[in-house]
């Protein structure tokens, strides 16, 4: 199915920071949960990226949260923090350094598996942010490299750790970037969390015209609607309208609260300090809905 067909319709207006370093271990005992095939270089881990064009969308906390689930779940999972406002490595307590920054990151000195830190949660890993992310689309557009030699840099970084992990997330920063179009490339699965607003459906339409002028046979995209206040009449209207028409959306929704906004206090995933109340639920609900559907 083209990803025209997902366009909106034009017309439609409605704690201590962790430093522990990763000892390296094979465990064959260990079974992933969920596996797909992947491509030619990566047969076994499935890759989320969480991304769109907007800020402010609940990206961090919507990949804190997701990894946390696919962890507990079984499969082995990691979080590459590539915003370089290091939202993630902040909620997960690891520092947002990487030694050389990513111009050596991305040339392969060091390599990546000594600069994974654990998070205190088992199964659970980072590659943490830098600030010098920032810089990485000029690394990766330098002495005019390509489209493909710039993805071939990204996939001989992520080769060795796809050897130990089921499941990375790619957690993004906004804007349509040299690291966004990598993105895409990479990913099995694209995460579009978005406000039920006029904005952000227009965000959402520029995404899936640039993905359909560049189409990728793998790559499934999962938009949904995030930070939800149902007692706003344009959220209630937007979302009902949007799932009438477009069965692509995720049909749950996370709500905007208090709850969640914790996090960035507490430091940790929902699940540590509010795991039965209805926003616990309700990413749980979206996790299930996502592996029913691109899993």
Not at 151 to 177: E, I, M, N, V
Request: with cysteine; aromatic share 8%.
């Amino acid at each position: 199915m083209p990803l025209s067909w997902l366009c909106i319709l034009a017309g439609f207006s409605p704690g201590a920071e962790r430093s522990s370093h990763i000892r390296w271990m094979e465990d064959e005992s260990r079974t992933a949960a969920f596996i797909g095939k992947t491509s030619h270089w990566n047969d076994h881990m499935r890759i989320f990226g969480i991304y769109n064009i907007k800020g402010g969308v609940g990206k961090t906390t919507t990949t804190v949260n997701l990894a946390f689930l696919s962890a507990r779940e079984g499969a082995r999972t990691l979080i590459w923090d590539l915003d370089p406002q290091g939202g993630t490595s902040y909620f997960l307590c690891i520092k947002p350094k990487v030694p050389g920054g990513a111009k050596a990151l991305l040339q392969g000195k060091p390599r990546p598996e000594p600069l994974v830190r654990s998070t205190g949660y088992q199964g659970l890993d980072l590659l943490p942010a830098d600030l010098s992310y920032r810089h990485m689309d000029r690394h990766l557009t330098a002495e005019g490299m390509d489209d493909k030699a710039a993805l071939k840099r990204f996939t001989r970084l992520l080769k060795p750790l796809s050897r130990h992990y089921d499941h990375l997330f790619l957690d993004c920063a906004p804007g349509l970037s040299a690291v966004a179009e990598n993105v895409f490339r990479l990913s099995n699965v694209l995460l579009v969390p978005m406000l039920p607003s006029p904005l952000s459906l227009r965000a959402y339409n520029r995404l899936v015209r640039f993905l359909n002028r560049r189409p990728s046979p793998r790559l499934k995209v999962a938009p949904f609607f995030n930070l939800v206040n149902s007692d706003k009449t344009i959220h209630r209207v937007v979302i009902d309208r949007v799932l009438e028409r477009h069965p692509v959306f995720m049909r749950t929704h996370l709500p905007d609260s208090h709850v969640i906004e914790a996090m960035g206090v507490k430091r940790s995933p929902l699940f540590t300090f509010a795991p039965n109340t209805a926003e616990a639920r309700a990413y749980r609900e979206l996790w299930e809905e996502i592996k029913g559907r691109t899993l």
